[in-house]
């Protein structure tokens, strides 16, 4: 679980910006997600991606956008049109996709 | 897809009980079941996971057992203590979902000293 970081950790972001969350791996995993949690609830898949080049929406992808140009990162834009972003989000990574998924300490943002 | 219930929500015990936990799962081809225990403001992290092609599986004071005919799975903790205390997510990863895993509501788990 160490080789993935998020960053940062805290992030405020002010009505009509958009934000980038940061999501770096050391572990060579092919597979990358990004999940949504809000307060005292489950993990929402907003995007998936098996390989580099490649992803896939999830359940809640309207109003996110992400790009996968290199192995290691996958980050996660909040954009304007996610009218409700605050809450966790959690980056993860498996070695291919349908093994094993792994998290990283997450990212926590708010909207002011 | 795959769709997977989570029992109970809360779960509050005494110190030194034992706590289960269980899911059940829609699609019979999923494969591959994990449980992750989720601290307070943390990530989620795997304690213990199982295959299909085994009906129990125990890692010290934690086991998971797997009812393929019924399509429900377990987590069992034993001899709880207060740092059990969490939230706890089952999971199971289908093929015919195109290899997606599928979680489930969370069960907050409450162990009272």
């Known amino acids: 679980d160490g080789g993935i970081t998020q960053s940062p950790k805290y992030l405020f972001r002010k009505e009509g910006q958009n934000v980038t969350l940061s999501c770096e791996q050391n572990?060579?995993?092919?597979?990358m997600y990004w999940y949504r949690q809000d307060p005292g609830q489950g993990l929402r898949l907003i995007y998936y991606?098996?390989?580099?080049?490649?992803?896939q929406k999830g359940d809640i992808a309207e109003g996110y956008s992400v790009s996968r140009e290199k192995k290691e990162s996958f980050p996660l834009t909040v954009t304007s049109a996610q009218k409700n972003p605050t809450a966790f989000y959690l980056c993860?990574?498996?070695?291919?996709?349908?093994?094993?998924?792994?998290f990283g300490e997450g990212s926590w943002l708010t909207v002011v | 897809g795959e769709n997977v219930e989570q029992h109970p929500s809360t779960l509050s015990v005494q110190e030194g009980d034992s706590a289960v936990i269980k899911c059940t799962y829609s699609d019979s081809a999923s494969n591959y079941f994990p449980w992750y225990k989720q601290e307070l403001g943390k990530r989620p992290q795997l304690i213990i996971d199982i295959r299909s092609n085994v009906g129990e599986k125990k890692d010290q004071r934690i086991a998971v057992t797997l009812n393929k005919t019924a399509k429900h799975f377990s987590l069992h903790i034993t001899e709880t203590q207060p740092e059990d205390s969490a939230v706890y997510f089952c999971a199971a990863l289908s093929n015919n979902a195109g290899n997606m895993l599928t979680f489930g509501g969370g069960t907050r788990l409450m162990v009272k000293p």
């Open positions: 993860a990574s498996s070695i291919s996709f349908g093994n094993t998924i792994y």
């Open positions: 572990l060579n995993h092919d597979a």
């Open positions: 991606s098996q390989i580099v080049n490649d992803f």
